[in-house]
């Protein structure tokens, strides 16, 4: 089962950079596609971006695009968010995602194991 661990959250000023990362520890990456979430205080979680197995296919959300980026590494089981110009509205809890399909979808409910979130706050 996958056991999924985020890290590289913290607190930043608006326009600046973080680099999220999400590593499957359990292992059991192989073959699927991953997504990013967040959810801020008050609001429904949404989709922030998603990539497939081998990289070639990426969905990423209008609110972010151009300005985030996902990635993975699957030597090292790991999928990456690059978030540059953040805005304070990118604040959230942020939660990767593993769907048990090789294909990238915007909805939450299509994965099926989740990681326990790391938190982003940006700063105005």
């Known amino acids: 089962q996958a056991q999924l661990v985020e890290s590289g959250g913290g607190l930043v000023q608006a326009g600046g950079s973080l680099r999220l990362a999400c590593t499957d520890s359990?292992?059991?990456?192989?073959?699927?596609?991953m997504g990013w979430f967040r959810q801020a205080p008050g609001k429904e979680r949404e989709f922030v971006a998603g990539?497939?197995?081998?990289?070639?296919?990426?969905l990423t959300a209008d609110s972010v695009k151009g300005r985030f980026t996902i990635s993975r590494d699957n030597a090292k089981t790991t999928v990456y968010l690059q978030m540059n110009n953040l805005k304070p509205e990118d604040t959230a809890l942020y939660y990767c995602?593993?769907?048990?399909?090789?294909?990238?979808?915007?909805?939450?409910?299509?994965?099926?194991?989740w990681g326990q979130g790391t938190q982003v706050t940006v700063s105005s």
């Open positions: 995602a593993v769907r048990p399909f090789n294909t990238v979808v915007a909805v939450a409910a299509r994965y099926s194991y």
């Open positions: 359990g292992r059991t990456f192989s073959g699927y596609a």
């Open positions: 990539v497939s197995w081998s990289g070639d296919s990426t």
